[in-house]
């Protein structure tokens, strides 16, 4: 993973980059390769949602392998928001490029990032990881939940273009290598340490709704395995491993 160039496989159209992914890793795919397409017809996102995919945004996938455990194996989704926000915050002033737990990159507040990590056993043994990362260059999709934009809405005054799909690709395949170096090399505590000072709303009110129920605290950052420790008001210490978390008074 850390030799300087990794294949980009680029597509006109495809179904998602990260079911593509997952076919090449199906038949043996051991390289690294980055998969990237100017139109998804079925994008996905995190639970099931789908993901908007305009042209002139960036639909890339990392299909790599490894041999650490699935739990370790996810913490990998951090390394993809680190790369992501170093890609979002070379374009723009890097105080308002934030990340919400565990891997949304938001620019003042607003999502314009998303990563989906999935991942499976591979035919030539260790795990195949499908590291799919979605940024709104362009254009921003209206119907969401929450609030989107797009890089091109909030460029610094001396940049009058968002960067293409290409170039995008090349400064977050560079940042993601760098990061998953690291991480290869010292473990997880400097990737989480790197997080933390990215992190949006850490130390402060969080609301996380967990499908069976909802549970609000104090975010206090990261366990060691990527989990968010939420302080309930009776003291207790909650670990979330998944689900929606809002963050900020009234979440």
């Known amino acids: 993973m850390t030799q300087p160039q990794v294949e980009i496989l680029r597509l006109d159209e495809v179904d998602s980059t990260n079911a593509e992914a997952r076919r090449l890793a199906e ?34 996938t ?51 990032c998303g990563i989906l990590l999935e991942s499976g056993a591979h035919p030539g043994g260790g795990l195949w990881l499908a590291v799919g990362i979605g940024v709104n260059l362009g254009h921003a999709p209206e119907d969401v939940e929450r609030p989107a934009t797009a890089v091109a809405q909030a460029l610094r005054s001396d940049l009058a273009y968002a960067p293409s799909p290409e170039a995008a690709l ?10 998953w170096e690291r991480w290869e090399r010292y473990g997880f505590a400097p990737i989480r340490d790197a ?51 809002f963050f900020g008074e009234g979440a």
């Open 195 to 245: 997080w933390a000072t990215r992190a949006q709303g850490m130390g402060g009110p969080a609301v996380a709704r967990l499908g069976h129920e909802t549970v609000e605290g104090v975010a206090e950052g990261l366990a060691d395995d990527g989990s968010l420790r939420l302080r309930l008001a009776d003291g207790t210490l909650r670990l979330i491993s998944a689900g929606d978390v």
């Open 27 to 60: 038949a043996g795919r051991l390289a690294p390769v980055w998969i990237t397409a100017r139109r998804q017809t079925a994008g996905r996102g995190r639970r099931g949602r789908a993901w908007s995919s305009e042209t002139g945004n960036l639909a890339a």
């Open 170 to 179: 090349d400064v977050l395949a560079q940042a993601f290598d760098a990061w």
């Open 62 to 112: 990392l299909l790599a392998v490894t041999r650490r455990p699935p739990a370790e194996a996810a913490q990998v989704t951090f390394i993809a928001a680190l790369a992501a926000h170093a890609l979002i915050a070379a374009f723009l002033e890097p105080e308002r490029v934030r990340i919400k737990w565990p891997n949304d990159v938001m620019i003042d507040g607003k999502k314009a």
